[in-house]
C-alpha cells in the first residue's frame, strides 16, 4: 500500500542546532513529495516540493529537501534552527496512480530558546 | 484574497446536533478535499471532489455527507454528532495534473460536548 513514513515523533533542538527530519516513502510508481509546516494553531503551509529534476530542493524559510531514490527518502534539512521553526512538520506524497497526497505522522519539532 | 476560506473558524455543539462546515476556494482549482485532523495531528482524508463529481469517499461514518454545488465549493454536513467528531477539520484544493500541492484553508475546530 501507499504510504509515507516519519520515524520522528518529537524532535527537541537548541536555537542553531542543525536539523534532520527523516520521510520514507512506499514503493508506488511516480511520486511527487512535499514538505508541509504547520505552525501552532494554525493551518498547513507548503515549505517545498520535490517533481524531478535535481534532487536537492530548496524551499522557503531556509528549509531544504534532498530526494534520494534509492532509499525512497526525502529528508527535510536545516543549518540552522530558529525558535520560530516551533511547529509540526508533515511529509506528503502523491502518487501519480492516486488523486490524493498521502501525509505522513507529522514530527513536533520544538526549538529551546 | 483569502485562497481557500472555511467558516466556522470553531464550532461547539452538544452531541446529537447536526451541524455544516462551508469551505470556498478562489484559485480556480478543479479537485477540492476534507481532511480530518486528530488530537495526534494525524491527517485522514476524507473526500475529493472533482468538478463537483465525488472521486474520493474514504471508509467515513455515514453520518458525514459532502456536498459541492459548484467546483469552487465543497461543505461537509455532519449528522448525528458524536464526542469522536471532536477535530480540526481542514479544506483543501488543488490544480488538475500531479504536479501540484494542496492550498489548505485555515481549519475548522469542531468540539462535541
Redesign the interface.
Known sequence: AQSVSQHNHHVILSEAASLELGCNYSYGGTVNLFWYVQYPGQHLQLLLKYFSGDPLVKGIKGFEAEFIKSKFSFNLRKPSVQWSDTAEYFCAARYSSASKIIFGSGTRLSIRP | DTAVSQTPKYLVTQMGNDKSIKCEQNLGHD?M?WYKQDS????K?MF?Y?NKEL??NETVPNRFSPKSPDKAHLNLHINSLELGDSAVY?CAS?GTG??Y???????TRLTVV
Do not use: E
Request: net charge positive; glycine share 14%.
Open positions: 479537485t478535499y495526534k495531528k494525524f491527517l482524508i475529493s472533482n472521486i474520493i481542514f488543488t500531479t504536479t500541492g494542496y492550498t489548505f484553508g485555515s481549519g
